[in-house]
């Protein structure tokens, strides 16, 4: 190491505390800090904040679902209750109009 990169690197303080002298750089965000605000992370340097940030669970985004979802059950709902409703009128309206009368039940029972 030259000596102008030896008087850079004695001349720098650490980023939280301006009395001490800089033992690392963070590779994450480039700033310098002493020996207690480092923590080494697969042999590199970084800071307590990057560290952090990097370890941090990622939160996944939520898709509002909810609205569409109810909305086509509501859609298919109407749909099935609809088509339910008009096999049933046909089915009453295949019938011989002699069940409608009740004359059927005449001929059944004796």
């Given at each position: ?7 850079v690197v ?5 980023f ?34 990057c560290?952090?940030e ?5 939160e ?6 909810f ?5 086509v059950?509501?859609v298919?709902?109407l ?12 089915v009453?309206?295949?019938?011989p109009a002699?069940?409608?009368?009740g ?8």
């Amino acid at each position: 190491m030259s000596t102008a990169a030896r008087s850079v690197v004695s001349k720098a303080t650490c980023f939280h505390h301006p009395g001490r002298e800089a033992a690392a750089k963070c590779v994450s965000c480039g700033r310098s800090y002493c020996r207690e605000c480092v923590t080494p992370v697969e042999r590199r340097m970084m800071c307590a904040a990057c560290f952090r940030e990097s370890t941090a669970p990622k939160e996944k985004t939520k898709r509002d679902w909810f609205v569409l979802s109810v909305t086509v059950q509501l859609v298919l709902g109407l749909i099935g209750l609809w088509l339910t409703s008009y096999f049933f009128g046909r089915v009453l309206l295949e019938l011989p109009a002699g069940f409608h009368e009740g004359t059927v039940w005449e001929k059944v029972l004796p």
